[in-house]
């Protein structure tokens, strides 16, 4: 992509609204722009990253055998009436009349639509067990929307729900998820630490939220030090032994209870992106989800739900990656994996070097965000620190005379002058 044809709406100043870094950098990296309280538009570089946050996500679902479908937006009342929820939700449902004054919704979450979907088709424990998913925006009507995309009203949510005969069953449902939660997380370049979270009425210990640490988080947590020392990237990642490990949020956490020696109880600020939950029989059994045993009789089938905040994801990677100058992109959710930089777009030379570079890279299927404007050096890599290309090749008049480019790493800032070849090479791995 030529930046010359490109929109990106960089702002110079840090809008005053914005209170935590990852809102402001995604306001001035032009990724975002706010059209109602809590509601955005994803602009160019925005849509892009939230789109590979989406790839990865969606990877780990199908690999961890979730089958991915698409539930709608706008759901009918009558259907929440059924599992009771369409007078209990309160106020973050955004309840509205279609034309017939018919009662609709718009959908904070799809526990019941996917439960009508399952007890039309489903009858028998052979068919079990089943996984859905989709990737869809949810609508919450939050008292106080905030932090950007973080906490907002309309925000892209990855929703699961398990379909197993019997909590036996469940449980090894609900760690695929554990399991498959971790490794994308850890694809992002994130490390999130599973907590025990309420189960309410349910009971047991099947609920986790997944924090990242960060010092703008929303709850304060703890955790065993042992987690320091997790590989989130094993590929044999053993979900019980993480579970032993302590880690809670605040309203879970209890100093009298605690079983981590003081020494060993690390504290910080935690972002919630993902909450994983068991309950039952609680949609199935109101609203007639069953399926037949072995044995011929009819029973509730065991659910769960399974939640990652894809959009609130963006802003959480941002908080985790940034320094004074801009954001540090993750090379896995990169908007472009390289951006190239001519200093002087007068000289020829140094032009045609870039364009060649460009359409290399470009054809060795690498993503290239290349600033080809008029525009003054300082500007042009002021403006490639803000928006954090993992890559930045400076092309110039004394390098291009002799075929020469400067490359450096965004995270770390290390330079290198390189052969074009040698450049390419290194850049396409
Ligand atoms: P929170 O306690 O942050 O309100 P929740 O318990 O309401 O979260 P879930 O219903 O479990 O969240 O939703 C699954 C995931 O969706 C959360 O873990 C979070 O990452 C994301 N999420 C929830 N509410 C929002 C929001 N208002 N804006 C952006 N992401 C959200
Ligand atoms: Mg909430």
Redo the contacts with the bound molecule.
């Keep these: 992509m030529r930046l010359s044809r490109y929109f990106l709406p960089v702002l110079k100043e840090t809008p005053a609204e914005a209170e935590i870094v990852s809102h402001q950098l995604m306001l001035r990296a032009g990724m975002i722009q706010q059209l109602s309280a809590?509601i955005y538009s994803w602009l160019p570089l925005g849509w892009r990253v939230l789109q590979k946050v989406e790839a990865i996500v969606r990877e780990e679902m199908d690999r961890s055998g979730a089958i991915e479908i698409l539930m709608p937006t706008i759901q009918p009342a009558d259907l929440w009436r059924e599992s009771g929820r369409y007078d209990a939700y309160g106020k973050e449902m955004l309840r509205i009349k279609d034309r017939h004054e018919r009662d609709m919704l718009f959908g904070p979450?799809n526990e019941e639509n996917v439960t009508d979907i399952f007890r039309r088709h489903v009858k028998s424990y052979r068919q079990l067990p089943l996984n859905l998913y989709h990737i869809q925006w949810k609508f919450?009507d939050?008292v106080r929307?905030r932090f950007g995309?973080?906490?907002?009203?309309e925000?892209l949510?990855k929703?699961a729900y398990s379909f197993d005969l019997d909590l036996e069953g469940a449980r090894r449902s609900y760690d695929a998820y554990f399991v498959a939660y971790l490794r994308a997380f850890h694809r992002m370049g994130l490390t999130a630490i599973p907590m025990v979270a309420d189960t309410g009425p349910i009971g047991g210990d099947m609920s986790h939220?997944?924090q990242i640490l960060a010092s703008t988080g929303?709850s304060e947590v703890f955790f065993d030090a042992a987690f320091e020392d997790i590989d989130f990237g094993d590929p044999n990642l053993d979900p019980e032994r993480l579970k032993a490990l302590y880690a809670a949020a605040d309203e879970k956490h209890d100093p009298a209870t605690c079983p981590v020696p003081k020494d060993r109880l690390r504290s910080g600020r935690g972002i919630?992106?993902?909450?994983i939950?068991y309950f039952g029989t609680k949609y199935s059994e109101p609203m007639n989800a069953t399926v037949s045993t072995a044995d011929g009789a009819d029973v509730p089938v065991h659910m769960g739900s399974y939640?990652?905040?894809v959009?609130?994801?963006v802003g959480a990677l941002i908080e985790a990656n940034h320094d004074a100058a801009g954001i540090v992109w993750p090379e896995s959710v990169a908007p472009f994996k390289v951006g190239i930089v001519t200093i002087r777009h007068d000289d020829e030379a140094a032009n045609a070097l870039a364009e060649d570079l460009y359409r290399k890279l470009t054809g060795a299927g690498v993503e290239v965000l290349w600033d080809d404007r008029d525009e003054r050096a300082g500007a042009k890599f002021a403006t490639m620190d803000l928006i954090g290309l993992p890559h930045q090749v400076t092309v110039g008049p004394r390098g291009a005379k002799s075929g020469r480019v400067e490359v450096k790493d965004r995270r770390g800032g290390a330079k290198d002058e390189l052969s074009l070849d040698a450049a390419i090479e290194r850049l396409a791995r």
Excluded: A, C, K, N
């Design positions: 809590g979450t919450r939050e929307p995309v973080m906490r907002g009203r925000f949510m929703d939220e997944f929303e919630e992106v993902g909450h939950f939640g990652i905040g959009s609130r994801l």
